[in-house]
């Protein structure tokens, strides 16, 4: 497959003036319809307009999701019934493990106490899994990551002017303990989802810049204002999240055999210096006492406790134990855990406890499956994906949402990128980055 901005039968991009119109006119209409789902997808399927984000009911905005999902589903079906290389892809390990957990959640829909809700959310698993491989195979890497892109920005976009126009939607208040409040910014959606989408869109748009090359005044632009949100969102965990998806993205650039010695000597040093500390002051306390000052409630146990989310695993546990075979549905966690914050908020948690431990632990192979690519082919954003959600999935739910939305389009494609054969910074005879683009300086600028 051709590594240009779309396939060789699409459009041709022509140096002559005038063109551009033909150009568009050409181009297919499965490729316009592929990205146009894409970004919608995108963009809407995890906005929530909304003034109780943990509500979801079924009015006009998420008929409008289900559309979406509904066309998602037939073009996805489009692309796996006319084309082999979608097939090969889905049959292939490790995305071969989302389609076994998929099955799942539509076995155990027949079981849920909410069995038309479980069955809606598993169709929204599948046409987004079919939909993302079939545009990432038929149309490619380049144009459906600047499809994602602009999707995440006009979801950051709204979710500011939805914060200072509209502040009882766009701005939650979290009370804390003794009558304390945490005011967060949710924009379209719950903070903590707007920490990960503003989280990943640095962590894609950084990537696309440096790697790349898609360099612009407006896309920097873009990655500031997520940036601000994603402060503003007060997400903690997308924020350490976001900066190991960088530094594990950009880890051939530092973590290089000629600095090795460096980091054994700094390492030894470091582990002397905390011993010589040790014996001075209790490094115990002084590590409680800037805990608090992290944490929004300014106790230490929040974050000792992951912010309570150690009691919700527990009791989640429990759940699992008794019904460990076909779980217990796709977004039923709200009337099991309705004491409990009403999520699991933990990824594989979430899979177990909705398909019973045969998708909790295909869940594990499929994010193991995914480590061992990163351990033999280095590729920035597809490690830089993997990272961030693996991070944020260890304290929500993430993907296998009531609507499958961006998170779960984007680690499709973490999953499906050693599969690809159109990504222009991978050689495609050794599978493994191009010499260009292996090396960044220290100004995030390619060698030559």
């Known amino acids: 497959m051709s590594s240009a901005s779309f396939p060789r039968r699409g459009l041709r991009i022509q140096n002559m003036p005038g063109t551009r119109l033909v150009d568009v006119v050409n181009i297919p209409i ?3 319809i592929g990205l146009g789902l894409i970004f919608f997808v995108t963009w809407i399927n995890l906005a929530n307009l909304s003034a109780d984000k943990d509500t979801v009911g079924l009015d006009l905005q998420v008929l409008v999701k289900l559309m979406g999902i509904g066309v998602a589903g037939l073009y996805g079906a489009y692309g796996f019934c006319t084309d082999r290389r979608v097939r090969d892809v889905l049959q292939s390990f490790p995305v071969f493990w989302m389609v076994i957990i998929i099955t799942l959640y539509f076995v155990a829909a027949l079981f849920s106490i909410t069995k038309v809700i479980s069955l809606v959310s598993a169709v929204s698993m599948v046409a987004v899994l079919l939909m993302t491989v079939t545009a990432l195979t038929q149309i490619g890497i380049m144009p459906v990551l600047n499809a994602i892109f602009a999707g ?4 950051n976009i709204f979710s500011w002017i939805v914060y200072f126009v509209w502040p009882d939607v766009g701005v939650l208040a979290e009370p804390l303990p003794e009558g304390k409040f945490a005011y967060r910014m949710s924009g379209l959606a719950h903070p903590n989802t707007l920490g990960q989408y503003t989280g990943l869109t640095v962590v894609l748009g950084t990537i696309m810049y440096v790697t790349y090359q898609k360099r612009s005044l407006l896309r920097t ?5 997520a940036a601000a949100a994603l402060v503003n969102s007060l997400s903690r965990t997308s924020l350490v999240a976001t900066v190991f998806a960088l530094a594990v993205a950009y880890r051939h650039v530092v973590l290089k055999r000629e600095y090795l010695a460096t980091y054994v000597i700094a390492l030894l040093f470091a582990t002397l210096g905390i011993m010589l500390i040790s014996t001075q002051v209790d490094i115990g306390a002084k590590i409680e006492e800037k805990m608090t000052l992290v944490s929004k409630s300014g106790d230490a146990d929040e974050l000792t406790t992951a912010t309570g989310r150690a009691e919700i695993w527990a009791y989640t546990i429990k759940l699992i134990k008794k019904r460990p075979l076909l779980g217990y549905g796709a977004a039923t966690s709200k009337h099991f855990l309705a004491d409990y914050s009403q999520y699991t908020h933990n990824m594989v948690l979430n899979v177990a406890f909705s398909t019973g431990i045969v998708g909790g632990f295909a869940m594990l192979m499929m994010i193991l499956g995914r480590i061992r690519a990163i351990m033999t082919v280095s590729h920035p954003l597809a490690d830089g994906i993997l990272v961030f959600i693996i991070i944020n999935g260890l304290f929500e739910n993430v993907m296998f949402s009531i609507l499958c939305g961006m998170p779960t389009i984007v680690w ?3 999953l499906s990128w050693p599969l690809l054969k159109d990504d ?10 191009k010499s260009s683009v292996a090396e960044v300086d220290g100004k995030l600028r390619f060698s030559q």
């Open 424 to 433: 222009p910074v991978i050689d495609t005879q050794t599978g493994e980055l």
């Open 30 to 32: 499965t490729t316009i």
């Open 412 to 414: 499709i494609m973490s």
């Open 152 to 155: 995440m920005a006009f979801f």
């Open 221 to 225: 632009g873009l990655i500031f204002v």
